[in-house]
């Protein structure tokens, strides 16, 4: 069975910073794009950043310049270095990976249970 756990939310003053992680763990052959999601209260979840097993790296337009996504493929990991947060940041932060559990199984969503971001003004 594959997992995906979130962790590094929490409450930060806005202009801080935060490092979300999200390890993948169980059978996996390989992952594709990795990514991460958030939704705030009442609105649509969206996406926030995603980077394929290459390294391309791909922002949403209200995080560009001040979120990087990284991956470590040997851990199964992805990073997101959040910096200059603002209140408008404040979400629920969910990872998302596009997993192959093994060599002729096709790709599968997976997504963890998410992880609490708020920013104070």
């Known amino acids: 069975q594959v997992q995906l756990v979130e962790s590094g939310g929490g409450l930060v003053q806005a202009g801080g910073s935060l490092r979300l992680s999200c390890e993948a763990s169980?059978?996996?052959?390989?992952?594709?794009?990795m990514g991460w999601y958030r939704q705030a209260p009442g609105k649509q979840r969206e996406l926030v950043a995603s980077i394929t097993s290459r390294g391309s790296t791909n922002y949403a337009d209200p995080v560009k310049g001040r979120f990087t996504i990284s991956r470590n493929n040997a851990k199964n990991t992805v990073y997101l270095q959040m910096n200059s947060l603002k209140p408008e940041d404040t979400a629920v932060y969910y990872c998302n990976a596009d997993i192959i559990v093994n060599i002729d199984s096709v790709p599968y969503d997976y997504w963890g249970q998410g992880t609490q971001v708020s920013v104070s003004s």
């Open positions: 169980g059978s996996i052959f390989s992952i594709n794009v």
